[in-house]
């Protein structure tokens, strides 16, 4: 098994990051196999100093990978091969609409499409439409063109999960190829088999495993992982107190008590020692791991 640790460099890593880097770690290495490391950089909120921090404190928790980290920025050519692989099927498609267009938008083309797919407006446009938006001077976004097949996978923690496959973008109008494109192409090209990450990303899956078949590559199993939630229940942010690990040491705790902390909430027992994780690693089962949140009270 290959695992991979995917973050994107547009911030600093809170509790909840650490966390689901710790588990993508613990996966990986309780099956003494290797852990690649992916910036997912093509966002434009990337900053260099995120590059750095977020590499300090995956190790300031005793975590280690193997290789140089991989840069999605340096790696377009290979996503524009594969958009161009699946233009000569005919599948994908330019769109001119806005996302507030999308969102106001009644209809998809399939009925079982879940709230908030694309509706396919741009999908059949006529010649004269076509030429319409190209004088706009907007740039189209690319699409996926997809009859709404729903894909189910079998989630390692999670079970069972089906989801039908809208017409997803595959290219941004600024020409930036898109997460569920990039991610595919990368896990199979650095020979990823296994995906541990937040189940915030469940929905996204059948996208993928999708868009896998298409390019005739084969999808990686997956296990995705409860997030880290503050007390009202929104996702764990900086406005919700000490979440990061400067903000933990400057309350005088130490980079092990930290470790401890994201242990204790997974129900594994602490260590007295960073060399001690290997010990925890022999015994890791993932079968025992929390399904639900965990609620961080600063």
């Known amino acids: 098994m290959t695992g991979r640790w995917a973050p994107s460099p547009t911030g600093h890593f809170h509790l909840g990051n650490l966390r689901t880097a710790l588990l993508a770690w613990l996966f990986t290495r309780s099956a003494s196999e290797s852990l690649i490391w992916r910036f997912e950089d093509l966002d434009n909120a990337v900053r260099p100093e995120f590059y750095r921090s977020q590499i300090r404190d995956f190790q300031r928790i005793g975590l280690d990978w193997d290789g140089e980290p991989v840069r999605q920025s340096n790696r377009v050519g290979i ?11 005919g599948l994908t498609y330019r769109c001119w609409c806005t996302r507030r267009e999308i969102r106001e938008a009644t209809s998809a083309p399939h009925a079982h499409l879940p709230e908030g797919a694309y509706p396919g407006t741009c999908r059949g446009l006529t010649r004269q439409q076509i030429s319409q938006h190209e004088a706009s001077g907007r740039e189209p976004a690319l699409r996926l063109r997809t009859q709404g097949e729903v894909v189910k996978i079998q989630d390692r923690q999670l079970g069972n999960f089906e989801g039908a496959v809208d017409d997803f973008v595959l290219c941004r109008g600024d020409g930036v190829p898109s997460y569920n494109l990039g991610v595919v ?9 296994e995906v541990v990450r937040g189940d915030d990303l469940l929905p ?15 999808p990686p ?9 503050a007390p009202s229940g929104e996702r764990l942010a900086k406005r919700h107190g000490a979440v990061t690990m400067e903000d933990r040491l400057s309350l005088g705790e130490s980079e092990l008590d930290v470790l401890n902390i994201l242990l204790s909430s997974l129900r594994i027992e602490k260590v007295v020692s960073f060399g001690q994780l290997s010990e925890r690693v022999k015994v890791f089962d993932s079968t025992s791991l929390p399904l639900a949140p965990w609620i961080f009270t600063d």
């Open 79 to 89: 996503y524009r091969d594969a958009i161009g692989q699946l233009a000569q099927q």
């Open 204 to 218: 996204s899956t059948p996208r993928q495993v999708h868009l896998f078949g298409l390019l005739g590559l084969n």
């Open 185 to 193: 192409v990368d896990d199979a090209d650095l020979g990823v088999t």
């Open 221 to 229: 199993s997956y296990a995705h992982v409860p997030l880290v939630i």
